[in-house]
């Protein structure tokens, strides 16, 4: 009987874990997708650090050195209380560079 507990909670687990990751990375895809096609808006972007207008104009010279295969393609994901960061590493003009993208999650919506 223990086994099967065992095994039975290690299922469940393994469920949990699979949608946490799955929702995190539709967060990527969803990101990505709208990016490449133009229809992020500012209302999307919340910084306390930096205007959202100029965090608009960093993503589109991103967008303009990485093809979009590059950039949806999977990033490490990392998620600490209502935020997920995705380190993203990416290269242009033979310079690696790792990028962190991180998002805000608010009434089961992201922000970048």
Same mark, same amino acid.
């Given at each position: 009987m223990k086994k099967? %507990?065992?095994?039975?909670?290690?299922?469940?687990?393994?469920? =949990?874990?699979?949608?946490?990751?799955?929702?995190?990375?539709?967060?990527? /895809?969803?990101?990505?997708?709208?990016? *490449?096609?133009? %229809?992020?808006?500012?209302?999307?972007? /919340?910084?306390? *650090?930096?205007? /959202?207008?100029?965090?608009?104009?960093?993503?589109?010279? =991103? /967008?303009?050195?990485?093809?979009f295969d590059e950039m949806i393609a999977p990033s490490d994901i990392y998620k600490v209380d209502n935020k997920v960061h995705h380190l993203k590493t990416l290269t242009y003009k033979g310079h690696t560079t790792t990028y962190n993208f991180s998002f805000l999650i608010e009434d089961n919506k992201w922000y970048f």
């Open positions: 099967a %507990t065992l095994v039975l909670n290690v299922f469940v687990f393994a469920l =949990i874990l699979s949608a946490h990751v799955s929702n995190e990375d539709s967060i990527w /895809k969803e990101f990505v997708t709208s990016l *490449y096609n133009n %229809t992020l808006t500012l209302e999307q972007i /919340k910084s306390p *650090y930096v205007a /959202k207008e100029q965090l608009m104009e960093w993503l589109d010279i =991103i /967008k303009s050195r990485h093809a």
